[in-house]
């Protein structure tokens, strides 16, 4: 018997696709009981200084049942092949977020 490892990106991916799945493993991370789960839609991609992008990124909308009633959660997961992939993600992210998306020198 071969047991998939989701440290694969392959599997991750394949996952994280599968509704069921997605709200074993996200519950188990936040350690919070998710009674639905959305998929988002994905914003864009984009290519970073002419090396290949590896992280891995989703977004869900989740509701979970608490002790008051429910809760609506946004989550949004990236996985990476290496860690320094995730800070150039976020530096880039965080460019696109002050630039309202444009590229500098009007671009």
Not at 10 to 26: N, P, R
Not at 57 to 75: E, H, M, P, V
Not at 84 to 105: P, V, W
């Amino acid at each position: 018997m071969q047991i998939a490892n989701p440290i694969y990106d392959t599997v991750f991916k394949f996952l994280m696709e599968d509704k069921t799945s997605a709200i074993l493993l996200l519950s188990t991370i936040i350690g919070e009981e998710i009674e639905s789960l959305d998929f988002l839609p994905r914003e864009n991609t984009a290519l970073l200084e002419q090396h290949s992008l590896t992280v891995y990124r989703l977004d869900f909308s989740a509701r979970i049942k608490t002790a008051d009633g429910y809760k609506q959660l946004l989550i949004e997961i990236q996985k990476a092949k290496f860690a320094t992939d995730i800070m150039r993600f976020r530096r880039y992210l965080g460019e696109q977020y002050s630039t309202g998306g444009k590229k500098k020198n009007g671009h």
